[in-house]
């Protein structure tokens, strides 16, 4: 795909993978929207851009770990742009960021379900008008091979809580997210897939886990941009990549019940089903 003049949206891009697909879609002619909390980083990353010949990207300033603060992020997008030809879904919190211990969300959710799941699915309904105007249009999931089944008994992890079992859900969630919301946008020229990108890339969020890393953000931005610029994937949707190749989820992925039950829950914590 030819990337001038596309509207790009990448969330959590200030830092690590997102920031290197940022840049690299600002050097092929891209319009890129970044998204982060911290306008110290953004300002970085566009004097960057800006110093290499190409295009400011536009900056906005969002907590994702509110709904209110999702939404807000979402109108401003709705504001400005009128298309989006493609939305990556990118932002997340790790298995140890600021502790492994249970966090929640000022809504009350626990964290790394609301930042990592919720978030992505919130802004992901409210920009579709946007992504239905600029079809053919591509919405791309950054989850990861750890993935853990949603138990619907205890969806926010009060009881038996892990950092790595929440990180796990919330990217599982993503990719029940994806399938389903691929087969409910069949024919409208938006495809959506989910991937994992690069395994322990050198990132802030692995090496705030302890974590020796072992792939670099230019690999896991690599299987992002095939998502995002690819041909050989322009008609694909409802599909897990496992970097460039396509590879099987956890199982709850493929059960349409279980994806119809986070469904119905997702509407309601995001405020969607009134």
Do not use: W
């Amino acid at each position: 795909m030819d990337m001038r003049g596309k509207t790009v949206l990448i969330t959590g891009s200030t830092d690590g993978v997102g920031r290197y697909v940022a840049g690299r879609l600002a050097a092929e002619g891209a319009d890129v929207l970044i998204h982060g909390r911290s306008a110290e980083r953004a300002k970085a990353l566009i004097d960057e851009i800006v110093r290499a010949g190409h295009a400011a990207p536009t900056f906005y300033q969002a907590d994702l770990s509110s709904m209110a603060g999702t939404r807000e992020l979402a109108a401003a997008v709705i504001r400005d742009h009128k298309r989006l030809d493609i939305f990556v879904s990118n932002a997340g919190i790790g298995s140890q960021s600021d502790g492994p211990q249970r966090q929640e969300s000022c809504d009350g959710y626990e964290l790394r379900f609301a930042v990592n799941y919720l978030s992505g699915f919130l802004l992901a309904r409210l920009l579709l008008p946007l992504l239905k105007a600029a079809a053919p249009s591509r919405i791309v999931n950054v989850a990861s091979l750890g993935q853990h089944p949603v138990d619907f008994d205890d969806v926010m992890i009060t009881k038996g809580y892990s950092g790595s079992r929440a990180y796990a859900q919330s990217k599982l969630s993503q990719i029940m997210f994806t399938i389903d919301l691929a087969e409910e946008l069949k024919g409208t020229g938006i495809t959506v897939n989910a991937l994992h990108p690069a395994t322990y890339m050198n990132t802030t969020m692995v090496r705030a886990g302890g974590i020796t890393p072992i792939s670099t953000v230019e690999q896991g931005g690599a299987a992002i941009l095939h998502l995002v610029e690819g041909d050989d994937v322009a008609g694909k949707s409802g599909v897990f990549f496992n970097g460039m190749n396509e590879a099987r989820a956890n199982p709850q992925a493929y059960d349409a019940d279980a994806r119809r039950r986070l469904r119905v829950l997702s509407l309601e914590l995001t405020g969607l089903s009134s």
